[in-house]
Structures are given as structure tokens and as C-alpha cells.
């Protein structure tokens, strides 16, 4: 049945094409000058007419010539643009307009008197638009005006294939006596009328006549009937659903046989047409003088023969005075040559367009814009018609557009120095946050004093990692952001994200979990600084929109493709207030929020999301979203990776069962799941309460863990009853999402030694388990940094560092104390200060900042390099800097390596390690 339907639909397209090809034959000009029509009053950048066949799109008419004629069209095409007609849609245009930048365009439907769709009438604009209800409807009348158009062409053809047949003709053919009845009528009179043939022939023909009409068909009649031709008369005729239709006559009478021969030919079509003509005539005339848009038509000379309003009023002239005077007239002599040429070009074309200067009346100069075409009036005169834009302020506007790029162009160039400026003042105490805390994690110091000092340095590592990627945002279009490959623990990238949302986590009392399969590997290869810092993003986003609850990221293995190759997939999930269907494309673009009361309520510049998009993008990947408002989000990302899967060597074999005492069901299913990996039976309990409970009836455990937080008794009074039960307790693993100084107290009050801080990580977790049996407490274990390069230096050298600021200054004197014990350190404050110890130290190695006062980094090295003879010194960047090239144009101005801020211990010394070796 579909295979009939497409059959039909495609002869009505071939068949109905072929008519309209004839149609735009005779009325090209006339679809020119309802496109310009269009233009004229919409002021749509571009407006075409198309025509379809099966395959094509041919457009007919258009206000832009440059335009292909030609385009290929899809069957799919058709069906939805019928549908869409069907459906009182408007269409989308069937070709594209690739030399405008379109920022708006739509379509009407063309169609026949079977309502099939054959064409469309589409507009284009290179601004934001809506249709107004003037626009809608004035398209709608250009829309139906075509599909008369159509109309009419289908109706003449019909009657011109059938004029042949009798039987088959449009026309109503016949024979009526002289007494006025019809004797023999073809099966038009039916058609026409509706009465049967049977009914027309056994009455009088008068009886069917309009009241109105009757006395002149009777007068006509006797007329024939003295043997008169009668052509041409018209009367009404009553269809037998009471319709009129009116019906022109040419009849030839028969004498002999006493017999008329008549035609009859339903006008009633033309007589509308006619109303109609005269209509659109009317509204062609107040179109013309109402329009705002300058209108006039010329003689083929140049001579003025009407003007429009608004071209009375921007040249200054009256009606009078245009119909008087010529292109010659408005235009200098100097430039009379170019009329000359346009007058050439319009007959030769039929169309020409471009600028010209004109003289108002007032002497004032103006720049107009015209678009002409030839038309012919009614009695066939050919006429120049002119559209004329005034663009005299465009030109001024173009102008100043200029100026304004020049001083965009300069403008650039200051924020450009502008970022550079901010990145350096940004990294320097950048440079002394993560350098001293580095030096401090080398001291001794206990566990909590430990994590809070890796919690800073992973903050100003990751704060840098987000300076990097926001400098960076205005880069991305150019695609020169890379991801920098190696080897990495998932646990401790995702428990390092977590330290640093840890405070605000705690602050509004969340769980946090990390759920990690079990499958899953312990590495993978990939930039362990990005991939930190999308969850860092990701966890700042769940836990700015989550008041109550948990936020989990959880890792899992999706396919294991062998050889170590595995595609995994990464996800944040949260408790909070979820987000609207309707949102959930939209938060993606940069800058944006769910809506702007979230914006104003929780802050943020709504890059977060963005960012982490395009860092995923470099992996062939794309963050996703799972959310119901009210309900919380879960965001994901699947990405393939390299992997390599390593045990946890903790031997566990003294610890048999576990109690779990949490009031949070995902985190007892987490801690379960690590403890049974372990071949531990695990016992668990949601309340202090039940925890008590459970050890009075004499079940052994080797081991509690216990959870803070929890309603009713919180874990610290849970272990205080414990122990008043049973004074041989088991060993009492404390967790809490923090721990602070009360919960120390309360720990050393009950001799509870181990404690770990959520979100438990599996291997911290094994390590802590691990000592339990043999009745180590955990003590706080110095770190101990593998100095790569002290014990190279077996004899003192001499070291330059030049810095301005005194805090970056220390750290590196220090660092390098360090690095190489024996070294003289010999420290300058500006770049004068750094020549003037070159001249007098001799360095071996000199360690420059690039942005001092009095004397930068960069005319320092000049100066040193203009002093050396026999040997150059090697003298390292050190730079706070962003911008893409600095490190090229510091090789470039003479010095040897670079080195970014903020510095990093292990960085320096292989910097000094590569450039002074072993001596």
C-alpha cells in the first residue's frame, strides 16, 4: 500500500514539475518580482523559489544570482516536508546559502491542487530572527499567490488537452433547439453544474439561468434564433447545490435544422481572478508607496517614470520632479559614464545591481545601494525597476568598524601581556605553597599532620593544574591542549581528589565513598594531573548542589579486551537536588548553569563542565549525564586505557572476621566487598546499638571498624561501651570524615590508635590492618625523599639564582642546599644584581627569573652573554608564564633550559643533574 502511495506521489511530482517548468516560462519575471517583493518588505538577507522533482531541487527565482540553481534533494526530504504541510508546519529550505553566515531560515510550502507538495518559498537571514505577523503574512500571501498561479496553469492545460474530445472536454459542449432546450450536452454540463443529463435535457435551459439573467439570455436567444452568432455573452447559471457559477457562451445557430451548436465555458475562475488581479494590483500600489525601502521605475533612458515615498524623501524632490528628471539628474557629470554603462548592462541582463553616488535636492551627497531588474507592463513596455538601499551610514559605520578592529587588534596584544602579568603573580605564591609544603612533608610528623600538609600540597598542585587549563580555555578553539601519559594509581588520583573537597564535604556532613570494582586495575597510563583534576571538578559541582547524603565516584571495568587493555568507565554520583531534562545539554556550554537562580545561589563560573569535556574529548571520550531533579545527578565518562593490575601485598592471614558498624548501606557494601576480596567473613550492623548487641552474644571479631558519625551513639561512645564490656576488646580500626582535635582526645581516652579518614582507600586500609596483629601501633613515619643528586656533588660548586621575590628565593636556596649540599649559593634580587655577581662570583650555573624589576631576566642573559670568553655559563629560565612561546624565545635570547613555576624538588634536580653532572 506505502509502495501505491510513493507511486502516485511521484507521477503527481513528475507530472506537476513538467507544468511547472511551463509555468515558470511564462511567469519568470513575475516570480522575480515577488522575490524582490519579499525582500523589499521583510528585509530577509536572501529569498528563493524552488521547485522539487524525485531528485532535484531546481531554484527558479532568487534576489541572489551567485547562487547554484541546482541541488540534490532526498526522498526522506519529501515525505517530511508533506508532513510538515500537512501538519500547517513551516518547512525547511531544500539548498543552503553557504556564502551567508545564516543565523535564520525557514520555508513555505508550494503545492498543487491535489495539496501535494512541489516546491517552497525560503527565506534567509544572517541575523537572529522571528517572524512577525506582518512577515507571516505577507509570506503566506506570496505562498498563495504561486499556488494560484499553479492553479490557473493546471486548469488551462487540462482544458487544452481536452479541447479534441468531446466526451472529455472541460468545456461544456452542446446542442440546444430553437424552443431553449438542450437536446445533446457532454458530460461538462454535469461536471460544471451537477445536474444529470437527464435533468438538463427535459427542462428549459432558462429555468437554470440567474433570475437576474434571464431577460438578456431570452433576448439573446431570439437573436440566434434570426440567425445571429452569438459570441462571447456571459450569464449565471444555478449548480444543483445552489452554488452560481458564471458560464460564457459562443453559439452558432443551424437554421436548417433548426438547431444551435453552443460552447460554454466556466469563467467563474477568471471572474474571481480578475477581483483578485485588481486586488493585488491595489495592494502592488501601496506596497509601492508605503514601503520604507526606496521603490521607482525608470524608462529604459534612465528617466524617472514613478517614485515611491520613501524616495521622495530621501532625495528631497517632489513627484513632480522625478517625473521630470532623470539618472543624469542625481548623479554628477563626472560620473554619467556609469549610468551609461547601467542602462548597457540592464538590457543586455535584465538585472544589474552595485552603488552609486547621488545629489539630494539640499546638495547633500548620499551612497545608495540598488538591485534592478527589467519588467514589462500591461501593455508590454519593457520598464527598469529599481530596489534602492541608502547605505551612506553603513559606509560611515564600515569605517569606524575598522578603526575598531585596529584598536581590538592593540587591545589583544594588552591582554595578551595582561595574562602573561597574571599568571606570573598567580604562580609565584603558587611556587611557595607547594614548595615548603614539600620540604615541610620531609620532616617528622604524625599522620594528621601529614594529611593536612599533602591535603595543601595536592590543592596547590591541582589550583595550578586549573590556572593552567583556564589561561588555557581561550586556546582550545586551536586545539593545542595535550595530555601528558604515564603511569598511574587510580585509588590515590581519586582519593586526592577527594582531599581536596574534603573540608566543604565535611563541613556540610556528606558521605564520600570510592567504590572501586574488583576487577579493576590498581594502574592505568594516562595523565594522572587531568584526570585528578576532572574529578576535581566533578566532585566541586556534586558537592555545590548536595545538602544531605553521600557523593560516590566508583570505578568499574566495562571490557577487558586482553593484553591489558581494558575500556573502563570513571562516575561521580550524588544525593543532591538533580537537574531538569530540560538543562541537561545546556549546562555543558561554558559559562552556563542550570538557570540563573542557581548562578546567583551557588556561584561558580560554570567552566568546570567544559573543561572537563574537552580534556575527555583528547581521550576520545565525552562526560555524560544521569539526572532527575530532585534526585541527585551521576555523571560518567568511558575512556580505554593500558592497564596493569599489581596485588596489595598486605598479608592479612591474622585476621579471620571483621565487624562493620556504619549507619551509610553503601559504605558498608565498599568496606564488605575490599575485606571479602581478602577472604574475611564480615559481620555488619547499621547502629552503635546493634553493635552492642552483637558482641553480647560472644561472637568473636578480630577486628571492629567503626564509623563516627552515626545518630543515637556515635562511634566514640560505641567503643567506650565496648570496652566496658569487655575489657580484651577487639582491635578498634576509628573512621570519620575528619579529625579534629576533640576526636583525637577521645581516641587517646580510649586507647584507639588507628583511625583512618573517609573516603577509606582500599590500601590504606590494608596497610592499617595489616600491622593490627602484631600490635603496631601506627606511628607517624617520617618520609624519606631519594635525593638523586646529593650525593653527586662531592665538591662545592657556585650557583647564581637570581629571583625578586624573597619566598621564592628561599625555597630554591633551599632546594638546592639539598640537592647539593656543598654547593655556594649566591642569591641576586634584579637583573643588575645578577651581572654584577656573574662579574664577580663566576657561577657555574645560574638559575634566572625572567620578570625582575629594574633589569628583567631576559636583558640579564644579554649582558652575560656579551661578557663571556671561553666559556658560557648555563643559565636556566625560570619563569611563572603562560604564554604559548616563551620558552622558545628564552632559548632564543641565549639562555640554555627553562624551568615553570611553581618548582618542584625532584624537577630541580635533575635540571642541576643535567647541566653540572657528577663534578
Known amino acids: 500500500m506505502m509502495k501505491k502511495i510513493q507511486k502516485t506521489y511521484s507521477a503527481n511530482i513528475k507530472d506537476t514539475t513538467y507544468k511547472l517548468g511551463i509555468l515558470q516560462n511564462k511567469y519568470g519575471e513575475a516570480f522575480d518580482f515577488l522575490i524582490y517583493s519579499i525582500i523589499s518588505i521583510t ?57 551567508l553566515e545564516v543565523k535564520f531560515s525557514t520555508a513555505f510550502a508550494i503545492t498543487d491542487s491535489n495539496n501535494i507538495v512541489l516546491g517552497s518559498i525560503n527565506v534567509f537571514d544572517t541575523k537572529e530572527r522571528v517572524l512577525t505577523a506582518e512577515d507571516n503574512l505577507y509570506l503566506n500571501k506570496a505562498v498563495d499567490q504561486v499556488n494560484r498561479w499553479i492553479k490557473i496553469k493546471e486548469k488551462e492545460q487540462r482544458l487544452t488537452n481536452q479541447d479534441y474530445l468531446f ?19 457532454n458530460p461538462a454540463f454535469t461536471k460544471t453544474l451537477g445536474w444529470s443529463a437527464k435533468e438538463l435535457t427535459e427542462s428549459d435551459f432558462i429555468d437554470f439561468v440567474h433570475p ?36 460564457e457562451w459562443t453559439s452558432s445557430p443551424d437554421l436548417d435544422s433548426n438547431q444551435v451548436y453552443t460552447i460554454g465555458r466556466d469563467v467563474s475562475e477568471y471572474v474571481e481572478k480578475e477581483k483578485l488581479l ?42 513632480e520632479e522625478m517625473q521630470n528628471s532623470s539618472l543624469f539628474d542625481l548623479i554628477e557629470p563626472e560620473r554619467h559614464s556609469r549610468i551609461t554603462l547601467f542602462l548597457k548592462e540592464i538590457k543586455k541582463h535584465g538585472k544589474a545591481s552595485g552603488e552609486m553616488s547621488i545629489l539630494k535636492k539640499d546638495g547633500e551627497q548620499a551612497i545608495w545601494y540598488f538591485m534592478s531588474v527589467l519588467e514589462e507592463d500591461s501593455d508590454g513596455n519593457k520598464q527598469i525597476f529599481s530596489n534602492v538601499i541608502d547605505i551612506t551610514e553603513r559606509k560611515r559605520m564600515n569605517d569606524e568598524l575598522k578603526k575598531a578592529k585596529e584598536d581590538a587588534e592593540e587591545a589583544y596584544l594588552a591582554k595578551s601581556e595582561f595574562v602573561a602579568n597574571m599568571s606570573h603573580e598567580i ?55 595535550k595530555l601528558d601519559i604515564d603511569k598511574v594509581d587510580i585509588e590515590e588520583v581519586i582519593s586526592e581528589a577527594f582531599n581536596i573537597v574534603s573540608y566543604s564535604v565535611n563541613k556540610k556532613g556528606l558521605e564520600m565513598l570510592i567504590d572501586i570494582e574488583h576487577n579493576a586495575p590498581r594502574f592505568i597510563w594516562a595523565d594522572g594531573m587531568r584526570l585528578k583534576q576532572i574529578f576535581v571538578n566533578l566532585l566541586g559541582n556534586a558537592l555545590k548542589f548536595t545538602e544531605k547524603g553521600e ?78 531533579q530532585g534526585k541527585g545527578s551521576h555523571f560518567f565518562f568511558d575512556i580505554n586505557f593500558n592497564t596493569e593490575k599489581e596485588e596489595f601485598e598486605m598479608a592479612l592471614e591474622g585476621i579471620k572476621t571483621v565487624l562493620i558498624v556504619d549507619d551509610n ?43 563516627y558519625h552515626m545518630p543515637v551513639m556515635d562511634g566514640i561512645e560505641t567503643i567506650r561501651k565496648i570496652k566496658e564490656l569487655n575489657k580484651n576488646s577487639p582491635f578498634i580500626v576509628l573512621y570519620s570524615s575528619s579529625d579534629d582535635e576533640t576526636l583525637q582526645e577521645a581516641c587517646v581516652e580510649l586507647e584507639v590508635d588507628n583511625r583512618l579518614v573517609k573516603p577509606i582507600r582500599m590500601n590504606l586500609m590494608y596497610k592499617v590492618l595489616s600491622k593490627l596483629k602484631n600490635d603496631k601501633k601506627v606511628q607517624s613515619v617520617a618520609i624519606e625523599h631519594k635525593e638523586n643528586d646529593s650525593e653527586d656533588s662531592t665538591h662545592s660548586v657556585k650557583i647564581l639564582v637570581a629571583e625578586d621575590n624573597s619566598i621564592n628565593m628561599y625555597l630554591t636556596k633551599t632546594y638546592l642546599q639539598e640537592i647539593v649540599p656543598n654547593a655556594k649559593i649566591i642569591e641576586a634580587c634584579n637583573g643588575h644584581e645578577a651581572v654584577a655577581q656573574y662579574k664577580k662570583e663566576s657561577p657555574d650555573l645560574i638559575f634566572m627569573d625572567i620578570r625582575m624589576p629594574e633589569l628583567n631576566g631576559i636583558e640579564a642573559t644579554k649582558i652575560i652573554r656579551s661578557l ?23 632559548v632564543q635570547e641565549g639562555m640554555n633550559d627553562f624551568l615553570a613555576k611553581p618548582l618542584l624538588k625532584l624537577t630541580l634536580a635533575n635540571m642541576v643533574k643535567k647541566w653540572i653532572g657528577k663534578e
Not at 605 to 625: F, P, V, Y
Not at 868 to 890: F, M, N, Q
Open 43 to 99: 528585509d530577509f538577507a536572501l529569498c528563493t523559489i524552488t521547485l522539487f522533482n524525485e531528485t532535484k531541487t531546481y531554484i527558479i527565482a532568487s534576489n541572489d544570482d551567485s547562487l547554484k540553481k541546482i541541488w540534490p534533494l532526498s526522498a526522506s526530504y519529501l515525505s517530511k516536508a508533506q508532513s510538515l504541510f500537512e501538519q500547517q508546519k513551516q518547512l525547511c529550505p531544500a539548498h543552503k546559502a553557504n556564502h
Open 167 to 185: 466526451e472529455f472536454s472541460d468545456d461544456l459542449l452542446g446542442v440546444f433547439s430553437l424552443e431553449g432546450k438542450f437536446i445533446k450536452i
Open 212 to 247: 437576474d439573467d434571464r431577460s438578456e439570455t431570452l433576448e439573446t436567444l431570439a437573436a440566434i434564433i434570426k440567425g445571429e452568432f452569438s459570441h462571447n455573452f456571459t450569464n449565471r447559471y444555478f449548480t444543483k447545490t445552489n452554488e452560481i457559477k458564471w458560464i
Open 278 to 319: 485588481m486586488q493585488s494590483e491595489l495592494k502592488f500600489r501601496n506596497v509601492f508607496e508605503n514601503i520604507s525601502g526606496i521603490l521607482s521605475v525608470l524608462d529604459l533612458h534612465g528617466n524617472f517614470i514613478d517614485v515611491n515615498k520613501a524616495g521622495l524623501i530621501a532625495s528631497g524632490f517632489s513627484k
Open 427 to 481: 604562580r609565584t605564591p603558587l611556587n611557595g605553597i607547594i614548595g615548603f609544603t614539600e620540604l615541610a612533608l620531609g620532616t617528622n610528623l604524625d599522620e594528621t599532620q601529614k594529611q593536612y600538609l599533602e591535603i595543601i600540597n595536592q590543592s596547590g598542585i591541582s589550583l595550578y593544574s586549573i590556572i593552567n587549563d583556564i589561561l588555557d580555555f581561550s586556546k582550545m578553539e586551536k586545539n593545542k591542549m
Open 551 to 628: 557523593i560516590k565516584v566508583y570505578v568499574k571495568v566495562l571490557e577487558d579486551y586482553g593484553e591489558g587493555k581494558m575500556r573502563m568507565r570513571f562516575g561521580v554520583r550524588d544525593t543532591g537536588i538533580g537537574i531538569h531534562i530540560d538543562k541537561q545539554k545546556e549546562i555543558f556550554n561554558a559559562f552556563c548553569q542550570e538557570d540563573a537562580s542557581i548562578t546567583k545561589r551557588f556561584g561558580g563560573t560554570g567552566l568546570g563542565l567544559t573543561i572537563s569535556n574537552k580534556l575527555l574529548e583528547l581521550a576520545d571520550s565525552t562526560l555524560q549525564l544521569e539526572s532527575e
Open 665 to 707: 548501606d553503601n559504605n558498608r557494601m565498599i568496606l564488605r566487598r575490599m575485606l571479602e576480596i581478602k577472604g574475611i567473613v564480615v559481620t555488619e550492623v547499621d547502629s552503635g546499638l546493634k553493635a552492642l548487641l552483637t558482641m553480647m552474644e560472644h561472637k568473636q571479631f578480630d577486628v571492629i571498624i567503626m564509623d
Open 868 to 890: 663571556e670568553r671561553d666559556i658560557e655559563i648555563p643559565i636556566i629560565a625560570l619563569t611563572a608564564g603562560s604564554l604559548p612561546g616563551e620558552k622558545e624565545r628564552c
